[in-house]
């Protein structure tokens, strides 16, 4: 049963919405959550950082210079075309971004005259932090801030760490060979799940265009939001890639007998839970992300598929062409917690494994990119 949750302010927001509309769809609850535009987790303002989880972009600045070296890799192949829009989509404060420019700008003066850098953040609040940690690329005309995908990518590449997996998902359950949606009620001071018949006829069609068979009695998300996003990228994009970094599997391993309950947890002070309704606004909600999704539902806006690798390969077939030139520079000490913060990265049992590169091309031919080169 689903616990109750400590009074805030969105608590009241939501019982509201369900006592007026009735229960509502998992989607609109996490949607919510996440980016209520005042209470949301992603856009609300705190005092301090929360830090209910670390990225890889927390760890060390050699992630944004990898990934960096990929995006002028990509340049090159295309033929150098100027302007090169790179789009970052969940730029969040703009420390990747920071990292990537500051990178490209010291090392490929070519790539850095040729690139229209786009950092799009939906919240108001870390789009706020844009003008200080970019501020040189901005008076550079090199970068700006967006709150929204620009409505043209003619040539470039959008990518996203760690977005997708924070887009609001469906839930459902199958029992009986019955398919149903678990929706969100307030009762006795507490939030409720109820299964209700499917609110949309897409919730169906989602496993079944994918040839996803459901084990009795599973719980499971379907990432619609995330199927729209890929879309609206793949139609915004003229030419060039769509580079997605997220953690994930592809929809044979998702909806196995190992995920009976799903992949959704909550994230706080760094522990997860499935206590969706302990603290709205106030903890991180989470879902893998389907690459097949990404696949099947890119390639009808004309997005080819060029590779899915573990992060762990692609950072390290991009460090392996540079000679690891991120590893060396500094004293001993500094090399030494570089070696580390880099094998944090691609460690197998964590980052290393738990994340997945998916790269899409469109508009143009197929060319070899090296993070998607095999170990």
């Known amino acids: ?52 989880y670390y990225t890889s972009v927390d760890l060390h600045p050699m992630f944004g210079s990898l990934l960096a070296r990929q995006l002028q890799e990509m340049w090159v192949a295309m033929g150098r075309p100027e302007p090169f829009h790179l789009v970052e989509a969940g730029a969040g404060t703009g420390a990747l971004a ?73 839930r459902v359950s199958y029992s009986g060979g019955t398919l149903r949606e678990i929706h969100v009620s307030h009762d006795g001071g507490r939030f409720q799940e109820v299964e209700l018949p499917l ?34 990228a793949g139609k915004r994009l003229g030419k060039g890639f769509v580079l997605t970094i997220d953690y994930g599997r592809e929809a044979r391993e998702l909806y196995d007998e190992r995920h009976m309950r799903g992949t959704l947890l909550a994230y706080q002070r760094h522990r997860a839970s499935e206590d969706y309704y302990r603290a ?23 997005l080819v598929r060029c590779g899915l690798v573990s992060q762990g390969n692609f950072l390290m077939a991009l460090a392996r062409k540079s000679h690891f030139a991120e590893l060396e520079g500094g004293g001993e000490a500094d090399a030494a917690r570089r070696r580390l913060m880099f094998k944090t990265l691609i460690y ?28």
């Not at 991180?284 to 539902?297: Q, R």
């Open 1 to 52: 049963m689903p616990a109750a949750a400590a009074e805030n302010p969105l608590v009241e927001i939501l019982t509201a919405r369900i006592r007026a509309q009735g229960p509502l769809t998992f989607a609109d609850y996490m949607d919510t959550c996440l980016y209520h535009p005042e209470l949301g987790y992603y856009t609300r303002v705190d005092v301090a950082p929360r830090r209910d």
């Open 98 to 170: 920071r990292c990537i420019l500051d990178f490209i700008g010291a090392t490929f003066g070519d790539f850095y005259s040729a690139l229209r850098y786009q950092a799009v953040e939906v919240s108001a609040a870390r789009r706020g932090e844009h003008a200080a940690a970019l501020a040189r690329h901005v008076a550079s005309e090199r970068a700006e801030s967006l709150s929204a995908l620009p409505d043209a990518v003619p040539c470039g590449c959008i990518f996203s760490n760690e977005l997708l997996d924070a887009l609001p998902v469906r």
């Open 199 to 232: 609110s949309t006829p897409v919730l169906g069609s989602y496993f079944t265009e994918q040839g996803i068979k459901l084990h009795a009695e599973q719980q499971t998300e379907a990432g619609l939001a995330v199927c729209r996003w890929i879309r609206e």
């Open 280 to 302: 709205p606004g106030q903890q991180d909600l989470t879902a893998h992300v389907n690459f097949s999704a990404l696949d099947l539902w890119g390639g009808r806006v004309g």
């Open 348 to 375: 197998p049992e964590g980052m290393g494994e738990m994340f997945q590169v998916f790269v899409q091309r469109k508009g143009s031919s197929e060319m070899a990119l090296t993070g998607l080169e095999p170990l």
